[in-house]
């Protein structure tokens, strides 16, 4: 066995139905899931109608380069939707099968184990928890920079002159999750300077970038761009998943850094993630489609719109920057505490904050919130906003 595995911890939703186990809810009350971060709009007419009349290219093997048409309606996307950002669709562009894959496989391409000393790798704390795994299955050790209030982006001052030294690799992701923040122009600046000192590659998880209220969050590409940069070790990571409520299509892309992508094209040849090519039709159509990514996000403003002022009552709340996500501070500060009460008063599901995070010499800088996914249907929303105020007020804990 792979001893890395051992260093794997269970995934917070395992950890959130063990810390619920024995706690019955309310008789009779349907449980409202808040806890997952899955799309639950429906998915667009034009992807399932791409994908079912592309079927029959199920009798072919894709290649795992993925089609040149499908790159370049990635490479449009992105100069669309990045203000005239341009990319090489052929060099500069993969298509992944969803972002999570890419950024665990992304890992095993680019962390060099053998280096003179055991190589680290930044990731924001709390985190989406592929990036710890991927690093610790690549023989990377993991150092993290909390994102505390009020930005709850990374504080890079956590990570010591010596840490620095040692890493290859810098996870972000922006918009955040669980806050939803979004990194600014000059936060980007400061990251690319550590950058240009001590020479890591950054991968940066932009999955929620198209679920934004006012404005367009900045992505990585066209941070550097702006800063007059190329796109040397600087990856970004996007999916159709959120944006196009299609989490099951297992859709993205990766694009950036040439090199690195030649790199991971060959780990992607013999790992076998090859995209199917009625996946990589429907993708196209989504890809080239504004107007139903224009619609998700009216359906979450409108979501936002009904449930910031509830919860304005009790807690000390705003709207992020981006993101379907609440990340509340919860009085008292015991999350995991406040986590089991909605379940037995309230039969809603949150996630502790905790178990996003990590304990570190800083403290664990998910403690003392939950995060909330506005996924469900706007009315069941709106309950749980009145429930978790209700559940709030009569804390005991
Ligand atoms: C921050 C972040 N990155 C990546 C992903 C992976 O999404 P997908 O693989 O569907 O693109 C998720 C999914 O919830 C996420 O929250």
Redesign the pocket.
């Known amino acids: 066995m792979n001893p890395n595995l051992n260093q794997l911890q269970a995934y917070p939703f395992a950890r959130l139905r063990l810390a619920t186990e024995g706690i019955s809810p309310p008789d009779g009350a349907t449980p409202i899931p808040l806890h997952?971060?899955?799309p639950k709009h429906p998915t667009p007419k034009i992807i399932t109608d791409a994908l079912t009349a592309n079927i029959d290219k199920l009798s072919v093997y894709p290649a795992t380069a993925g089609l040149p048409e499908l790159k370049q309606a990635c490479a449009e996307w992105l100069h669309r939707r990045y203000d005239g950002l341009t990319v090489n669709a052929q060099t500069e562009v993969l298509p992944v099968?969803?972002?999570?894959?890419?950024?665990f496989s992304f890992v095993q391409t680019v962390i060099n184990a053998a280096a003179d000393k055991q190589p680290i790798v930044v990731c924001p704390n709390p985190?989406?928890q592929?990036y710890e795994g991927a690093a610790l299955l690549a023989g990377a050790r993991v150092v993290f920079a909390n994102c505390n209030a009020p930005r709850f982006l990374p504080n890079w001052a956590d990570i010591s002159e010596a840490d620095w030294q040692q890493t290859q690799l810098v996870f972000v992701?922006s918009p955040?999750?669980p806050s939803g923040a979004v990194m600014n122009q000059q936060e980007w600046a400061e990251l690319f300077a550590l950058q240009d000192q001590y020479g890591f590659i950054i991968a940066s998880?932009e999955?929620?970038s198209e679920i934004y209220f006012d404005q367009k969050p900045l992505g990585a590409l066209q941070a550097a761009a702006q800063l007059g940069r190329g796109f040397d070790k600087l990856v970004m990571?996007?999916?159709?998943?959120?944006r196009s409520n299609a989490?099951g299509l297992?859709?993205?892309f990766v694009a950036g850094d040439a090199k690195l992508l030649e790199a991971f094209l060959l780990y992607r040849t013999y790992h076998g993630s090859a995209m199917s090519l009625p996946i990589q039709y429907a993708s196209m159509a989504a890809w080239q489609d504004e107007q139903h990514v224009e619609e998700n996000r009216r359906l979450y403003r409108e979501k936002f719109a009904a449930i910031l002022p509830i919860l304005a009552e009790t807690f000390e709340i705003q709207q992020p920057d981006a993101s379907f996500y609440i990340w509340l501070k919860v009085p008292g500060g015991n999350d995991l505490a406040f986590t089991q009460t909605l379940w037995r008063e309230a039969a809603i599901q949150v996630l502790p904050g905790r178990f996003l995070g990590r304990d570190t010499a800083n403290g664990n800088a998910g403690m003392g919130y939950v995060r909330i996914a506005l996924v469900a249907p706007l009315e069941q929303c709106i309950a749980a906003a009145h429930k978790i105020v209700g559940c709030a007020k009569n804390l005991t804990v």
């Open positions: 997952i971060g899955e099968l969803g972002s999570r894959e890419a950024l985190f989406y592929i992701c955040n999750n998880d999955c929620y990571f996007t999916s159709l998943s959120k989490p297992r859709s993205g």
